[in-house]
């Protein structure tokens, strides 16, 4: 496969502001990251730790899109089960696995039971021809000097999204230590604030431009993100969905598919932000994961093409 | 390899009482059960996942013990730490400040313990949850390798769990609970122990060590049930790791075929060596083991006097 979305896999129960309550959704960064690559190329496949239950409960999406699962193995009985609550606006209020201790405790742990390890990507990734990877993940050098070992041997390029807990001011150093086997950086503006310690969003954009790596994605959530690359930045405005229905993964959607617009044009920064946002306004026009992500390509591309042509005429 | 395998987190502990924190101590239930598999049986090892750093003090421990370090994955940066702080005897409440996700990542995996056990290896102690998904791979790997697991159950159960725990339990043949969550796991207070105990027996594995905390704890066959009090050689001083520590040595003696008394007497001088200090018990020697062998045949001898509980 030329692209992988790899990492935990969560099955989300929406609720939102208007009392809508939507329940088994899928999700979680590494689904969300590949729908936001098979949007435009059949040639990924997904890698991900799950419960029994996934197969089960997403046989219909599974079979509808034609999904390779030879990447997706059940390790338990269940999957990461998660409610997530939206304000009016769409923004994550909370996040929880119940309100009891011991589901508190077993929603974090078992996070971390399903979690991939380096060794576990590997076998997908070596001799493959892969070109490219999407992976959410923490600060932990030895994940990360594991991690370059597979890189420096397989080749391919690397999008880290970063996991919104590590990305703290504190972790600075693990982050430019991580960032030595990044060729594209994801974080949205909550945690570049926590990261910088600053609320200031100009003063947020020159420290970015000041990071070691090729390329990042910065989200600032409705507005939409910049691209920033070779200390320059480009801000795209966030594209008007069909329906806004649920916010949650669009972060993860549109870092996978930026991961596949760098490697598909060469890391331009405009098509890699008009892409990426675009994978975004799909996704939010349905509950969980876009349902058929095959039958989206004609009007994502031509949405595309539109678009990046419109912005570098200006 | 060696004949047993413990198999589980390793983790260090504070314990916290009266506001007091002791220093962090070496724990974590693969290594509390390695240390009660270790006071009776050389041949035993670690496998776990863990933080690059335990060879600063569980690396010299097992080395000082003549154990390979084989089994050791080190697969982060760290070794996990709990600040354990109890409310009284019997309650405690455990915060993990790395957080509880690097717990589950370093987490053993059945291909873990696939990947170590061979010819040699005779039993196995594996702290995990009631997963069917896991005991299935875990009972084929068994199988296929002819080894007895013993499954200590993880704590936070709830009634819900019994179904998947009688399933889980056709998969091992040795099975560990502590009152607390039998209660939780039977809705049956802990005061009725007969009902717990009579609930225990339908299990379907050969042995069950059903641990009463201070008060000691049983061994349920199908056929009968001893109870021994705690035992304590030296002075008390914290309980922490005390279960898993007897259930190591239970799973021990009775893979290698003691009787029941003696099982029970085994795993209990286990755990009153553990409790005399903050954290595992730090050295081993021939001395110790010795000891603690003559001291589990006393209990034993006890333990027979008195006579087998019959519930029905």
Known sequence: ?314 | MEKYLCCGNIMSDSVIKNNIASPLSMGGPGFFALTGVRIFEKSCTLVTRTGANYVDDYGKWLDRHSISHRGVDVNSEKVTYGHIVFRDKNNYTADYPMGVELVGYQMTHPEDIEKHADENTKGIYLFHYPDITVWKLMGAAARKKRFKIMWEIMPFLSADDLPKVQICCKNVDMFSINSKEASILYSISEEREEQIINELMKLPVEMTLYRVGNRGAYVITKDEVVYCKKINPKRAVDPTGCGNTSTGAAMWAHTEGYESAMVLAMANVAAGYNAAQYGAIPEITDDLMKKAYALAEKHCRRIKRRGRYTFK
């Not at chain 1, 059949?42 to 219909?60: A, P």
């Not at chain 1, 991690?147 to 690397?158: C, H, L, P, S, T």
């Open chain 1, 1 to 314: 496969m030329k692209y992988i979305a790899a990492g935990n896999t969560m099955i989300d129960n929406g609720h939102y502001a208007d009392g809508r309550r939507v329940t088994q959704n899928l999700g979680g960064p590494a689904p969300f990251a590949y729908s936001g690559i098979r949007i435009w190329d059949d040639e990924v496949q997904l890698i991900s730790n799950v419960g029994r239950d996934f197969y089960t409960i997403f046989k219909e999406w599974l079979d509808k899109n034609n999904v390779d699962t030879s990447g997706i193995v059940a390790k338990l009985d269940t999957s990461n089960h998660i409610d997530m609550y939206f304000d009016e606006h769409g923004d994550v209020l909370d996040i929880d696995s119940g309100t009891d201790k011991r589901n508190t405790y077993l929603y974090a742990e078992k996070i971390g039971y399903l979690k991939l390890f380096p060794e576990e990507l590997s076998k997908f990734t070596e001799g493959k021809n892969v070109k490219g990877l999407y992976m959410a993940q923490n600060t932990d050098r030895l994940i990360w000097e594991k991690f370059a070992e597979i890189k420096k041997r397989d080749g391919f390029k690397y999008m880290w999204e970063i996991e919104g807990a590590h990305c703290i001011a504190k972790n600075m150093e693990d982050i430019l230590f991580a960032l030595q086997y990044t060729d594209v950086f994801s974080l949205n503006i909550g945690e570049a604030r926590n990261l910088f310690e600053t609320d200031d969003e100009d003063e947020i954009i020159r420290k970015l431009k000041e990071l070691p790596v090729d390329m990042i994605l910065f989200r600032v959530g409705k507005r939409g993100l910049f691209t920033i690359k070779e200390g320059k930045h480009y801000y795209h405005d966030s594209i008007k969905p069909e329906r806004l229905l649920d916010p949650a993964g669009c972060g993860n959607t549109s870092t996978g598919s930026a991961m596949y617009s760098y490697c598909e044009t060469d890391g331009d920064p405009i098509a890699v932000g008009i892409m990426a946002n675009i994978a975004a306004a799909l996704n939010i026009s349905y509950y969980g994961i876009i349902p058929h992500m095959e039958a989206e390509r004609e009007k994502a591309n031509a949405m595309a093409k539109e678009l990046i042509s419109k912005y570098k005429s200006k």
